[in-house]
């Protein structure tokens, strides 16, 4: 049986409007991620991960200089990319950056690695699209070698060779948490079990269930390879709201311009409404009150057997905005005092919210190995309340969901609910029966919003 699921949230920075209408400046989107990761981090969330664009409607060019300031900020929550576009970058300057985050974050480093559903960067940084492929091939390879931490010998096609070189910083404990971004690609599955690092599926549209071909295809892979399967991660887009019809009403406008934009250039029909609705009912946007959309998170995990669920959470009424300003402004009020006072609202207004002073592994149930990297069900985007208190509520009906569905034994936790959330020096859950796969990670992909709207 499955221990524990990570949640998490993740954003590409998406360049949001202010209350005039008017894009922001990137400068104050970038701001307002850290500022919701510093939140995240105070919630409880597991990890925050930020996507790679170099594009204008995304703010985030350079995810491992954001996260190195979420990190002077924060304590625990875990930072990532997602993903790092290694084909059109130097696999030795990526792991020095994340080594680098990994050293001033205390060791809550990790990179997820694709060849990038957006190619904007490879025109920018001089890299030929004819070779999408072999650039990702062999800078893969480069990075895998990396991991080990010892001096590198190694030679490639496209690039000079190396030999007996030594790369700084090393990763202070252990390697360096590295995962595989995968958008539907069975050679991109196997690829991942042949470097034996863990599974990250994109799943942003259509029934999630489509994908547990490739789940049984990574089993398979691992035990042609004769190793223990890695961990499989969910990342998906996902609002919160109130309720069904709130979260449909808010989330649709916004979310049918960003949609329609970027299919606009990939050569999409636009969306419908039907289409909207559809996705919300049974394919993969986690559209809903909080415990529609943890009922959902638990039917994937259970049917996928993902550890981690990272949530992308799109967009943000502007009904949240000041009460996002009077959470922010407890936490500015006096220092130690306004933070103890932020945390004694949130325990107000939730109860089953987590007592700051526990580990992070014993906060209130959030699903075995279920990373939502977007890394945001955290009240720091789509969802209605300020103070937090909506995103316990969001874990603790995931733990609840998972109890029903099966997936976790009804184990006592510190909150009275079912004790669903591992501690973070646990280790990742060992492959299961054949009948149930271990997921460790759901992703909602989060375009966190503060003080915004989604850029028309």
């Known amino acids: 049986m499955t221990t524990s699921v990570e949640f998490g949230l993740d954003t590409f920075g998406d360049v949001t409007n202010d209350d005039a209408g008017a894009p922001l400046p990137h400068a104050q989107v970038i701001r307002n991620v850290v500022d919701e990761a510093v939140l995240a981090d105070q919630l409880g969330i597991d990890f925050i991960g930020l996507g790679e664009h170099h594009r204008a409607d995304f703010a985030i060019s350079s995810p491992e200089t ?28 990526v792991f020095q950056r994340f080594a680098t985050v990994d050293a001033v974050s205390n060791g809550r480093a990790e990179v997820i690695l694709g060849r990038g559903s957006f190619t904007e960067s490879f025109p920018l940084f001089g890299f030929d699209l004819r070779q999408y492929n072999e650039l990702f091939e062999e800078k893969l390879d480069l990075f895998t070698e990396l991991l080990k931490q010892e001096p590198l010998t190694w030679q490639g096609k496209l690039r000079p060779p190396l030999k ?6 090393p990763v202070e404990h252990g390697r360096l948490k590295t995962w595989i971004g995968v958008g539907g690609s069975p050679e991109s599955v196997v690829r991942a ?21 490739y789940v049984d295809l990574h089993q398979r892979a691992y035990q042609q390879f004769g190793r ?3 961990p499989i991660g969910v990342h998906s887009p996902g609002y919160v709201a109130e309720t069904d019809a709130q979260a449909r009403e808010e989330l649709w406008p916004d979310y049918k311009v960003m949609r329609d934009r970027i299919g606009k250039e990939r050569g999409w029909p636009p969306m419908g409404r039907d289409e909207f609705v559809s996705e919300a009912e049974h394919g993969s946007l986690y559209v809903g009150a909080p415990e ?16 981690r669920f990272p949530a992308e959470i799109l967009g943000r009424p502007a009904a949240a905005r000041q009460a996002d300003e009077e959470h922010r402004a407890l936490w500015q009020q006096g220092g130690a005092d306004g933070a103890r006072h932020a945390r004694r609202v949130t325990r107000q207004n939730r109860h089953h919210n987590r007592d ?34 909506q995103a316990s509520e969001l874990k603790n009906a995931i733990g609840m ?6 997936l976790f034994a009804s184990r006592q936790g510190p909150c ?12 990742t859950p060992r492959r299961r029966s054949s009948a149930k796969r271990v997921i460790p990670r759901f992703h909602c992909f989060q375009a966190m919003a503060r003080n915004r709207r989604l850029s028309h």
């Open 228 to 230: 223990e399967p890695k």
């Open 401 to 406: 969901a998972m109890v029903s569905a099966g």
């Open 193 to 213: 079990a042949h470097y034996d690092l863990p599974l990250m599926l994109a799943i942003i549209g259509g029934d999630p269930k489509r994908f547990a071909p």
């Open 356 to 389: 700051r002073g526990e580990p992070r592994g014993s906060a209130p149930p959030t699903p075995p190995d279920i990373r939502v990297r977007i890394r945001r069900f955290s009240g720091l985007c789509g969802l209605q309340r300020r103070d937090g208190s």
């Open 292 to 307: 529609t959309v943890a009922r959902k998170i638990a039917a994937t995990v259970k049917a996928l057997g993902a550890a």
């Open 164 to 169: 007996s070189q030594s790369v700084y910083p």
């Open 416 to 427: 009275g609910l079912p004790a669903v959330c591992a501690a973070r020096s646990r280790p």
């Open 66 to 93: 954001v996260l190195a300031a979420i990190a002077a900020r924060t304590e625990n929550i875990r930072l990532g990319s997602a993903v790092t576009v290694l084909s059109s970058d130097d696999p030795i300057r």
